[in-house]
């Protein structure tokens, strides 16, 4: 018998204690990232989660807290210029990446530190 991966089914994030309306303020308000409920039995941990596609994006209180500056989750994305525009209005720093041909991409820290990525996949030849 042999096994197969089938894809992720969630990304958790780092964040301090007391980091829940920050978050939902940046994944759900910002991004636009719906609210996920948690189970009732992991509520008492504190963080929140939010639906990114089929997938799920926890954000979890870690103590002590550090951000995630390298490892990060990348976010495929259809319209960047929209979600870049709108980045922008709310003066969050988009720093731009060309370095992979067909990809457009760039990098955001979350409010706690943490690295992420949003990338609209071209063609790649």
Not at 25 to 46: A, I, Q, S, W, Y
Not at 81 to 109: A, C, H, S, W, Y
Request: charged letters at 25%; aromatic letters at 10%; hydrophobic letters at 40%.
């Amino acid at each position: 018998m042999s096994y197969q991966f089938l894809g992720l089914d969630h990304v958790q994030l780092a964040a301090p204690a007391g980091c829940e309306e920050e978050a939902r303020h940046f994944f759900r308000d910002v991004l636009g990232m719906p609210e996920v409920p948690k189970p009732e039995n992991l509520r008492k941990r504190g963080g929140v989660w939010f639906q990114c596609g089929p997938q799920t994006i926890h954000i979890g209180v870690e103590t002590p807290f550090t951000p995630a500056k390298k490892a990060h989750p990348a976010f495929v994305i259809q319209n960047m210029e929209v979600l870049m525009q709108r980045l922008t209005e709310l003066q969050v720093e988009i720093k731009v990446n060309e370095e992979i041909p067909g990809v457009k991409r760039f990098f955001i820290d979350d409010p706690f530190g943490n690295r992420l990525e949003f990338m609209e996949v071209g063609d790649r030849s």
